[in-house]
């Protein structure tokens, strides 16, 4: 990994970032960030596509989506949308721990103004085709707690794309469990914890090094 270019691992954040919202409660008003989702169009309907512990902490009537540091949070009537999820199921170590959140279309409106949504119908694999986690470069994307700075009446995200390469997979009850490794030393980007990363979507980039060492994707 450490012979991806920049420009490359800049590339990549950029787009995945396209399909990313990051997820705030809003209890009495005040925003309290929860986690992120991925904006993706499933079965012809806009969806968030989150963690279901992440979706059981907006309690309230309304969350909000933060969808760009320029703009207002962008408030939803948890009434307007329609929830289905998987989990979270004991041990907490294993899953499932999904939920997909129907959007009205007034709402997926307003989010195609800074985002757009990842198609699953378009996507989804043959039932013979399975996930590639010995090649390319995987990744996550969010806002780690620990380097995000949060006010009485603001939060400043440190939105930061995390690559990686798959150490392991388990298969459990039909769905796969990945476990990514990041290396540390010299590396103060990265958070001692990953808290605040709940609900972000495992990407798959595929990157390829040529016979003369070029690298693309």
Request: proline share 7%; net charge negative.
């Amino acid at each position: 990994l450490s012979a991806i270019p920049r420009s490359i691992l800049d590339d990549v954040r950029e787009k995945v970032w396209t399909y990313t919202a990051s997820v705030f409660a809003l209890d009495r008003g005040k925003p309290c960030y929860c986690g992120t989702a991925t904006c993706v169009t499933a079965l012809e309907k806009p969806c968030l596509l989150t963690a279901a512990h992440v979706w059981q902490e907006l309690r309230g009537e309304r969350f909000a989506l933060s969808l760009e540091a320029d703009r207002l949070l962008l408030p939803i009537q948890r009434s307007f949308v329609e929830t289905v999820a998987l989990g979270p199921d004991e041990p907490p170590d294993w899953g499932p721990d999904l939920a997909l959140v129907k959007l009205p279309d007034i709402i997926a409106a307003s989010i195609r103004q800074a985002k757009a949504f990842y198609n699953l119908d378009t996507r989804r694999p043959g039932a013979d085709e399975s996930a590639q986690y010995d090649t390319g470069m995987w990744g996550l994307i969010g806002a780690p707690s620990q380097k995000s700075v949060f006010g009485p009446t603001e939060a400043i995200l440190r939105i930061s794309f995390m690559c990686s390469v798959v150490k392991g997979v388990h298969q459990r009850a039909g769905f796969d469990y990945v476990d990514l490794s990041f290396y540390h030393v010299d590396r103060p980007d990265l958070p001692d914890s990953y808290g605040g990363l709940s609900g972000s979507g495992l990407w798959y980039a595929p990157i390829t090094k040529e016979p003369c060492g070029a690298i693309s994707w």
